[in-house]
C-alpha cells in the first residue's frame, strides 16, 4: 500500500469466534492463516502490532457460569482457552514469516513467556508481534478489559476490534435493515447509549487513556491494512479533540 499508516504501534482485539472461520466451534487453521497473512500486510507496513484474542470459539466463562461451574473457575478455564488461542495465532504468524511471542498473564512456562511489560515492548521494537494471552490474569475482567489494559500498557496508538461487521451500528444489522452505520463516536456515546461495542470498563479505559477505539471487520479480505490507512469501512470511536482516522460524524 503507498499510504502511510496512520498509526505506529496498534493493538488488535480478536475474538475467539473469529477464528472459527465456516466451523460451529474450535478453530479453523485457514481462518487463523488469513488473519496472520493481515497482521503481516499491516507489519510491513511498519506498524509495531499486539494482539488480545477472546476464547468464545472454545469455552466462554459466563456460559460456563450458567451451566453451573463457579465464576473464578469458569474464568480461570476461558483464560486458558485463550492461551490455546494464542498458539494458533502464534504458529501461523510463524508459517507466515514472522516473528512473535506469546505473554501469558499468569505463568505457563512451559509453552510461553510470562507477561513482562518492558519484554512486550522490546519485543515489538524488534519486529516482533506479541500476543497476550490469559486476559488479565484475574476472573470477573473480560478478554475486552484485557485489550483496553495492554494497548494502554504498550502505549498504543490505537485499539482496533477486528469483528463480524464493519463498524458500529443503531442496532444489528443483520437482524433490522434499517440499522444506521457510525463513522465516529465518542466514548460518553457509547457509554451512555449503552451500544455494546466493548464491556464499560474497557471503554472507561481507552477514554481515561485517550486510545482511540477502531471497530472494522477482520473478516473483509485486506481491511486491516486498509484501515491503518485511513481507508476502507470502519467505526472511530474518540474524544472529539482525539488525533486519528479523520472521518464525519453520519
Known amino acids: 500500500m503507498a499510504e502511510d499508516p496512520k498509526y505506529k504501534r496498534v493493538l488488535l482485539k480478536l475474538s475467539g469466534e473469529a477464528l472459527m472461520g465456516e466451523q460451529d466451534y474450535g478453530i479453523d487453521p485457514k481462518m487463523v492463516r488469513r488473519i496472520a497473512a493481515e497482521i503481516k500486510t499491516v507489519q510491513d507496513l511498519g506498524v509495531q502490532v499486539c494482539l488480545v484474542v477472546g476464547a468464545g470459539n472454545i469455552f466462554r466463562g459466563m456460559t460456563g457460569v450458567a451451566s453451573g461451574f463457579d465464576r473464578t473457575s469458569a474464568d480461570h478455564m476461558g483464560m486458558l482457552a485463550t492461551v490455546m488461542n494464542s498458539i494458533a495465532i502464534q504458529n501461523a504468524l510463524e508459517i507466515e514469516g514472522v516473528d512473535s511471542?506469546?505473554?501469558?498473564?499468569?505463568?505457563?512456562?512451559?509453552?510461553?513467556?510470562?507477561?513482562?511489560?518492558?519484554?512486550?515492548?522490546?519485543?515489538?521494537?524488534?519486529?516482533?508481534?506479541?500476543?497476550?494471552?490469559?486476559?488479565?490474569?484475574?476472573?470477573?475482567?473480560?478478554?475486552?478489559?484485557?485489550?483496553?489494559?495492554?494497548?494502554?500498557?504498550?502505549?498504543?496508538?490505537?485499539?482496533?476490534?477486528?469483528?463480524?461487521?464493519?463498524?458500529?451500528?443503531?442496532?444489528?444489522?443483520?437482524?433490522?435493515?434499517?440499522?444506521?452505520?457510525?463513522?465516529?463516536?465518542?466514548?460518553?456515546?457509547?457509554?451512555?447509549?449503552?451500544?455494546k461495542v466493548m464491556d464499560t470498563s474497557a471503554i472507561a479505559l481507552a477514554r481515561e487513556n485517550d486510545i482511540p477505539i477502531v471497530v472494522f471487520s477482520i473478516h473483509t479480505h485486506g481491511e486491516f491494512a486498509r484501515v491503518m490507512c485511513g481507508k476502507g469501512d470502519f467505526t472511530i470511536i474518540a474524544h472529539n479533540h482525539s488525533q486519528g482516522v479523520s472521518r464525519n460524524v453520519i
Do not use: W
Not at 148 to 165: F, H, I, N, P, Y
Open 101 to 195: 511471542r506469546v505473554q501469558s498473564a499468569f505463568p505457563i512456562a512451559s509453552v510461553c513467556e510470562p507477561y513482562i511489560r518492558r519484554k512486550a515492548i522490546r519485543h515489538m521494537e524488534k519486529g516482533r508481534v506479541v500476543v497476550f494471552a490469559a486476559g488479565t490474569g484475574n476472573p470477573f475482567f473480560t478478554t475486552d478489559t484485557a485489550a483496553a489494559l495492554r494497548a494502554a500498557e504498550m502505549s498504543c496508538d490505537a485499539l482496533l476490534k477486528g469483528t463480524q461487521v464493519d463498524g458500529v451500528y443503531t442496532a444489528d444489522p443483520k437482524t433490522d435493515p434499517n440499522a444506521r452505520k457510525y463513522d465516529r463516536l465518542d466514548y460518553h456515546t457509547v457509554l451512555a447509549d449503552d451500544l
